[in-house]
């Protein structure tokens, strides 16, 4: 098995799983993590050294807007080619109504928005925007479709959750990041419900690292 | 519909429809809070209405979702994460120096299952764009990753509140953020004492 198809594997499963991939990625349950993190603030405001900045993941905000653009791609991408694909019938097939195609219409056209406001924000500061890649999402039915959207949901939530730390000193775009980040949160329940798993699994959402994210994500990315 | 409940949706509506959204959010949030633990104890005062909130739920029969689930079941969860984040942040506030606020006396002008959907459908809508419009007065990095973590579960309970009154769980690309004044304005009517 190669390791994108153990990566899929670990995508295509339900919530129980899912979880279990986020603490195969270092992420213990979200309360734990939130606990941890408050924790963590606790423990360095009564210290008197500055924040580390030893493993800052990124050199520059377009850094930070550039690592969204990418899930953003990819998560549009997705939806605009799985979507055209699978089709009304393909979600109906399920028993589910023809809104809920359109709702997943919507979220495709909301992935598309965020790509281009991205783009449009890494422009105007003079970066490089990143563009569309190769993807392989690798299910074969509607019902692969709608796990495989969770999964990337919920990925892009956390992945959001971990970078915003790092515009804490870009006031305009940490807001603006957080804009997208709820918007990705209510796209993550409503999948949930879909896919016949809760909408909101815990009272604090898991946080992922950069790392963490492309350790996932990588294996979409064919070219 | 009790007229302060009108009074709260038409604040709401006016304060999304008005356009004074993100830029002057971006300008204000910084001079609105003297510290990260005012943060937190805004923070801390929508968490306890939201709590106080949906433990009027179980007086309601709220009927099924369009997915078959109990709304009921649900909500009580809603219920439990509110009053997780309560617990949290009464914790985080302490440990940091600070004096946590306390509980107040709510009136929400619920008098069925309806107007209760409707207004924890408002309620959390107002939760996730005043955590959206804080966040950037936020200094402390690890405590801005918390709130992130907290505002994604209110979103994730804006969808599903969405979904159950009929409305787009995700009604527009982007959150609208609501300054400390928009937010307490929306929320005063509610609060009948401190």
Avoid: C, W
Avoid at chain 2, 56 to 62: G, N
Avoid at chain 2, 89 to 106: K, M, N, S, W
């Amino acid at each position: 098995m190669t390791t994108r198809d153990k990566m899929l594997n670990a995508l295509l499963t339900s919530t129980m799983n899912r979880r279990r991939l986020l603490a195969n990625a270092g992420i213990a349950g979200g309360s734990i993590a939130t606990m941890g993190a408050f924790g963590t603030a606790v423990a360095q405001s009564m210290d008197s050294t500055p924040m580390a900045m030893e493993e800052v993941p990124f050199a520059s905000p377009v850094d930070v807007l550039n690592y969204a653009l990418t899930l953003e791609h990819l998560e549009a991408a997705f939806y605009r080619d799985g979507l055209a694909s699978i089709g009304a019938a393909g979600i109906t097939g399920l028993g589910f109504q023809q809104s809920v195609f359109d709702s997943l219409s919507d979220i495709g056209a909301h992935e598309m928005a965020h790509v281009e406001t991205l783009t449009q924000v890494i422009t105007q500061l003079g970066g490089e925007p990143v563009a569309e890649a190769m993807y392989d999402f690798g299910y074969t039915d509607a019902a692969g479709f709608l796990q495989v959207a969770q999964a990337l949901e919920d990925t892009g939530v956390s992945a959001y959750q971990g970078a915003a730390q790092y515009l804490i000193d870009e006031d305009e775009l940490l807001t603006a990041a957080l804009t997208i980040h709820g918007v990705e949160a209510r796209h993550a329940a409503y999948l949930g419900l879909l896919n016949a798993t809760s909408p909101f699994p815990e009272a604090v959402n898991p946080t992922l690292t950069p790392a963490e994210v492309l350790d996932i994500a990588t294996p979409f990315i064919v070219q | 519909m009790t007229a302060r409940h009108q009074m709260f949706l038409n604040t709401v509506h006016e304060i999304n429809t008005s356009g004074s959204g993100v830029a002057m959010t971006r300008l204000t949030a910084q001079m609105d809070f003297a510290d990260d633990i005012d943060v937190l104890n805004y923070a801390l005062t929508l968490e306890h209405l939201e709590a106080a909130f949906y433990e009027l739920a179980s007086s309601y029969e709220l009927g099924e979702d369009p997915f078959g689930n109990s709304i009921n079941d649900y909500v009580a969860m809603i219920g439990q994460h509110e009053t997780a984040h309560v617990d949290t942040l009464t914790q985080v506030i302490t440990d940091l120096g600070g004096e946590p606020v306390a509980r107040a006396e709510y009136d929400f002008g619920v008098t069925d299952s309806q107007s209760f959907l409707m207004t924890a459908a408002t309620l959390e809508g107002v939760g996730v764009a005043a955590y959206d419009g804080a966040g950037a007065a936020i200094q402390n990095p690890d405590l801005l990753t918390a709130a992130g973590s907290i505002v994604a579960v209110e979103a994730r309970h804006a969808a599903y509140l969405n979904v159950v009154i009929g409305m787009s769980p995700f009604p527009s690309a982007v959150e609208t953020p609501m300054s400390k004044t928009e937010v307490l304005d929306a929320a005063g009517p509610f609060i009948v004492s401190q």
